[in-house]
């Protein structure tokens, strides 16, 4: 140093308030979650037929944004449970969801408890908490967390199903996070509603092309029934999804198979090697025509009490689920139509009314 020079000041780098780093991330977390629900929002409004791409994008915002270790989404698909989509999730127990779900949401089950109550549950240091169940504890062990929160998808009253997040810390989540997780169910809802909504009005569009297509075949062939039986199990078949349809007549006391759609070569035989035949009830079409009430079958290999006919020609036509439903004119049977389903269960209210519509209409 030369003499008489003031010696140099070292630089002190200015220090930030507490105060304003804490500020700092309190905003940029609050950006980062208006960004998440803006994309929730935008996969949203480009999923209109589809709620999975949605499903995806909250399991994914849900591990992010709520600094978690996983999510997993449960939607309520009619009167089952089933897992919607994952983020996170160790691959055990993604093994173990395989063999749990699809759920009856009638099993005496936590998840399905869950869903009943309605509420937020909220469980930390699953380990040493005294509300904690011994499979919570094993779930927890499994999936590798030691907290868990599982906030409801409510409409009204009624629950669509769960979003559940987990970290591996032993505390609680946030208030703020929670209330996050909330905003995320809430959308998965309006997605679920627009995917309902979009079908439903697609569906109408179509039952209503369907009765315009068939009140078109009536008015033009007031002489020959015949094109209007093949143009009504056509579109049954279609808008219910239906693996086959048919359409008996009953003629003097006999019963035969004027119409039908989707049937195999193998099961049109087994049907043309029945029918026709006189009016009895050792088959269920010929059951529906005497009762005059529909006849259904869940699923052919657990119900009792199926004439051996209809179980021949139901087995050859590779068929689980079917519905038989008595067409009638001012109060006598006319004859039936059926559809069957390749799945058991297949078919519900909905359809079964679609298909009441058709027989008037026939």
Avoid at 77 to 97: I, K, L, N, Q, S
Avoid at 102 to 117: D, K, R, V
Avoid at 304 to 313: F, I, Q, Y
């Amino acid at each position: 140093m030369r003499r008489g020079a003031k010696p140099a000041k070292a630089k002190v780098k200015a220090k930030r308030p507490a105060g304003t780093r804490d500020l700092g991330m309190r905003l940029a977390e609050s950006l980062e979650q208006q960004a998440a629900t803006a994309e929730i929002l935008r996969v949203i409004g480009t999923s209109p037929m589809d709620t999975q791409p949605v499903f995806d994008v909250i399991a994914r915002s849900g591990v992010r944004v709520c600094g978690a270790h996983s999510c997993t989404l449960f939607v309520v698909d009619g009167d089952m449970v089933r897992v919607a989509a994952t983020h996170g999730v160790p691959v055990e127990r993604v093994e173990r969801f395989r063999t749990q779900f699809p759920m009856p949401l009638s099993a005496e089950e936590p998840i399905t408890h869950m869903l009943h109550e309605r509420r937020v549950f909220h469980l930390a240091n699953i380990e040493h908490n005294p509300a904690a169940t011994p499979q919570d504890i094993e779930n927890a062990r499994l999936g590798r967390y030691r907290t868990r929160l599982m906030v409801p998808m409510l409409r009204g009253d009624s629950a669509l199903g769960l979003i559940a997040v987990t970290h591996q810390a032993p505390t609680p989540f946030s208030d703020q996070q929670i209330a996050l997780l909330q905003t995320f169910a809430d959308q998965a809802v309006i997605a679920i509603e627009n995917v309902r909504l979009f079908n439903e009005t697609k569906e109408a569009l179509e039952q209503q092309t369907a009765t315009a297509e068939i009140l078109r075949v009536i008015s033009s062939s007031p002489t020959d029934v015949q094109p209007v039986f093949d143009v009504i199990v056509e579109r049954a078949v279609h808008l219910c999804g239906a693996r086959f349809g048919r359409v008996y007549r009953i003629d003097g006391g006999v019963i035969h198979m004027v119409a039908g759609y989707g049937l195999s070569a193998v099961g049109l035989g087994e049907v043309q090697r029945t029918f026709p035949r006189p009016a009895s009830d050792d088959t269920i079409a010929g059951r529906v025509i005497l009762t005059r009430q529909p006849v259904f079958i869940r699923d052919i290999e657990r119900e009792e009490g199926v004439p051996a006919l209809s179980r021949g020609m139901i087995k050859a036509l590779e068929t689980r689920s079917q519905v038989t439903i008595p067409m009638l004119r001012a109060g006598e049977p006319i004859g039936a139509m059926t559809l069957g389903w390749a799945e058991p269960e297949a078919f519900d209210e909905q359809q079964i009314a679609l298909l009441q519509t058709f027989a008037d209409q026939a």
